[in-house]
């Protein structure tokens, strides 16, 4: 825990915040003739020198001030509820809150209705405060969308739809691209479906609250590996036992044919020119 005594509140937050350090903010009254500036940190818990893992939770107690000197408003735009409270009770305000639809976490002031460095009267004050109940809050998930080994090679545009409402595309050739990743923004659950040149290839329940994905159709890899066979030259030769078409019609001497897909997530062989690599590569929102 770092030495945090006599350091104003913002200074002590963002020291904190560096450290990886969470933190919640109690006020302590001094004496009316203390010329301690409010905000200004007493002392912790634990104490400064105190070994504490990552993410640990220290309580930083702040001077009220001399209550009868006049203190400003600050800035509480941004913070938990709680912290807000903190601040705002530490120069003597009441706190009023209502919660409102917001793409800010749930829980994040959005709004105060006394503006920042405005003067608190003597006799206090009700602040009233709007935060966010995280209605509009979106995240981002990574999909991964793979193809198989023997896609033919050509382009095909492809377009998400989220809910059946387009929210994006791009064109891709499968022969090149045996997987692709890409970054889909939303909120709550929602049914995104991938189709290529119009006909759907696969779909996807995405919870965006966890993160979890998962396939709610299986891929229709014939989009992709189907299509006229080139011709191939008459034989002129007698065939070569165990060669070239001494094969039964139907198979194929190597171990992967048309329509011997394994699956979502499988990659065929090393990544080709133009592979998306990671996340990040294509976004839809």
């Known amino acids: 825990v770092p030495d945090l005594v006599g350091k104003d509140l913002s200074a002590a937050e963002e020291i904190l915040h560096e450290m990886g350090l969470d933190y919640s903010i109690k006020t302590q009254e001094t004496d009316e003739d203390s010329d301690i500036p409010a905000d200004q940190v007493l002392s912790t818990d634990p104490v400064a020198g105190t070994q504490i893992e990552q993410n640990s939770i220290v309580t930083i107690y702040i001077s009220r001030g001399n209550v009868t000197a006049a203190l400003k408003v600050p800035e509480v735009r941004g913070l938990t509820l709680e912290n807000a409270i903190a601040r705002l009770e530490a120069v003597g305000l009441t706190v009023t809150y209502t919660e409102v639809d917001s793409d800010q976490q749930a829980g994040i002031v959005v709004s105060q209705s006394i503006a920042v460095n405005e003067y608190v009267p003597e006799e206090g004050g009700t602040i009233e405060l709007e935060v966010s109940n995280g209605s509009g809050y979106q995240k981002t998930v990574p999909v991964q969308i793979s193809f198989p080994a023997d896609s033919n090679s050509a382009d095909y545009t492809m377009v998400l739809y989220m809910d059946g409402v387009d929210i994006g595309s791009m064109t891709v050739n499968p022969s090149t691209n045996s997987s692709l990743v890409l970054n889909v923004t939303g909120k709550g659950q929602q049914e995104v479906t991938v189709s290529l040149d119009g006909q759907r290839y696969v779909s996807y329940q995405i919870n965006f609250d966890t993160g979890e994905v998962s396939i709610s159709s299986d891929y229709n890899t014939s989009i992709v590996t189907g299509g006229p066979e080139e011709p191939s030259e008459p034989d002129t030769e007698e065939p070569v036992p165990g060669g070239p078409g001494d094969e039964t019609p139907g198979e194929s001497s190597s171990s992967g044919g048309p329509g011997e897909y394994d699956g979502p997530g499988e990659t ?18």
Do not use: I, K, L, T
């Open 268 to 285: 065929a062989g090393n990544a080709g020119p133009g592979d998306v690599q990671g996340p990040g590569a294509s976004d839809f929102e």
